[in-house]
């Protein structure tokens, strides 16, 4: 846990798009830079929150906030999201994850009721599927969610495209 003071949260700054990607990608979480990247420019533009969590000053984790989310209900009802949450294997166990989900929410709760996020179904998401569930996360009630509308229901295999939805009241 936190009580020596040993997790520092902050929000990214532009140099942090580089130093994120290499550190999870030694892991083997190898997303590009410029997703990043990309996070940084919607944090400028004010569409999304980046936080990052550092534990005895290294790069321990982040967690990001969709202020209009992507998924048709919560943007018809106006509830932010909070999405691609991720501690690094060496730092999990820690209270990382719970202090950015701390965090992100206190920042949700200031303009909305209800706090959204979306979780993958395959397998290595368990630990992001334990946490929602520990936080009160409950489903939307609509199914799996799948990122290509397109894609028939039968016979799919679960993979990192198939979510499911869930919701929080703050």
């Known amino acids: 846990m936190d009580n020596d003071g040993d997790i520092i949260l902050k929000d990214m700054e ?87 989900m701390d965090e992100a929410e206190k920042r949700v709760a200031l303009v909305a009721k209800f706090c959204a996020a979306g979780v993958s179904l395959a397998e290595e998401y368990e630990a992001a599927q334990c946490l929602y569930a520990k936080r009160g996360y409950i489903p939307d009630g609509k199914g799996v969610f799948y990122m290509d509308q397109d894609v028939l229901n039968d016979q799919l295999e679960v993979d990192d495209n198939q979510g499911l939805m869930m919701i929080k009241e703050l």
Not at 37 to 59: C, H, M, P, T, W
Not at 70 to 95: C, H, M, S, T, W
């Open 14 to 100: 532009e140099y942090d798009c580089g130093l994120i990607a290499d550190v999870f990608s030694r892991e083997g979480y190898s997303k590009p830079i410029k997703l990043y990247k990309s996070y940084f420019e919607q944090k400028e533009l004010g569409i999304r929150d980046v936080i990052i969590a550092y534990y005895q000053n290294q790069v321990a984790g982040y967690v990001t906030i969709v202020w209009e989310s992507n998924y048709e209900d919560f943007k018809e009802q106006l509830i932010p999201e909070i999405k691609d949450i991720k501690v690094l294997e060496a730092f999990r166990k820690r209270g990382i994850a719970t202090k950015l």
